[in-house]
């Protein structure tokens, strides 16, 4: 069974700092690994996404993550946040060639204080 | 492109009735997910289509809840009958095998069973 562990319910970053989300996962085979950001009342927004290829992959509105294999890992990052970056983010991994719908973490606040 | 719709956007209903929520993917996509979302977790898969087939409903509880997608475009859910742990947000999504595994969610709807 596959599965993703968000250590931090809440991560304070001030604004113009650069910030971690934290994600580990564990899955059979290859993962295929993806960050959404949720706002109120509003559905989940596609981040980013690592599949093969690069480590280091980037993504919408600043945000990069790196997918590092030996320590089952895929950190969101972000080098300087704004205060529109506050929401509720989640990792997410699928296994089955990705053929298989998403299994996440229970998410992370992110709060950007001014 | 329009987006993932979901009707209705907000239901309450006493323990023991039933209940139905509708999906509309985006043109073209041909699997569809319906996930569950109580406060404070992640998503959890319920119900995977491609097209008008079920490719994965090992976590549906089909006792109570159950999903079709009859033409392979649009998708009901029904629970019945209630239970107070049914509250939550339904999320539906949508893929396009084109686009990288990408789901697309609807904006959700929120159940609340009293």
């Known amino acids: 069974a596959q599965s993703v562990a968000q250590p931090e319910d809440q991560v304070n970053v001030a604004e113009g700092n650069p910030l971690t989300v934290k994600c580990t996962y564990s899955?059979?085979?290859?993962?295929?690994l993806f960050w959404y950001v949720q706002y109120p009342n509003r559905g989940l927004q596609f981040l980013l996404k690592?599949?093969?290829?690069?480590?280091l992959v980037k993504g919408s509105y600043g945000f990069e993550a790196e997918f590092n294999k030996s320590q089952t890992s895929f950190h969101l990052k972000k080098p300087s946040a704004l205060v529109s970056d506050s929401a509720l983010y989640f990792c997410a991994v699928s296994s089955g060639g990705g053929a298989d719908g998403l299994t996440f973490g229970k998410g992370t606040h992110l709060i950007i204080q001014p | 492109e329009a987006g993932v719709a979901q009707s209705p956007r907000y239901k309450i209903i006493e323990k023991r009735q039933s209940v139905a929520f509708w999906c509309n993917p985006i043109?073209?996509?041909?699997?569809l997910y319906w996930y569950q979302q109580i406060l404070g977790q992640g998503p959890k898969l319920l119900i995977q289509?491609?097209?008008?087939?079920?490719?994965?409903d090992s976590q549906l509880p089909k006792d109570r809840f159950s999903a079709e997608r009859l033409k392979g475009v649009d998708s009901t859910l029904k629970i019945q009958p209630a239970k107070l742990e049914d509250s939550a947000v339904y999320l539906c999504?949508?893929?396009?095998?084109?686009?990288?595994?990408?789901?697309?969610f609807g904006p959700g709807t929120r159940l609340t069973v009293t």
């Open positions: 043109s073209g996509h041909a699997t």
């Open positions: 999504a949508s893929s396009f095998p084109g686009q990288g595994l990408i789901e697309y």
């Open positions: 690592y599949i093969t290829g690069d480590n």
């Open positions: 289509f491609q097209n008008n087939g079920v490719v994965d």
């Open positions: 899955v059979s085979g290859n993962p295929y």
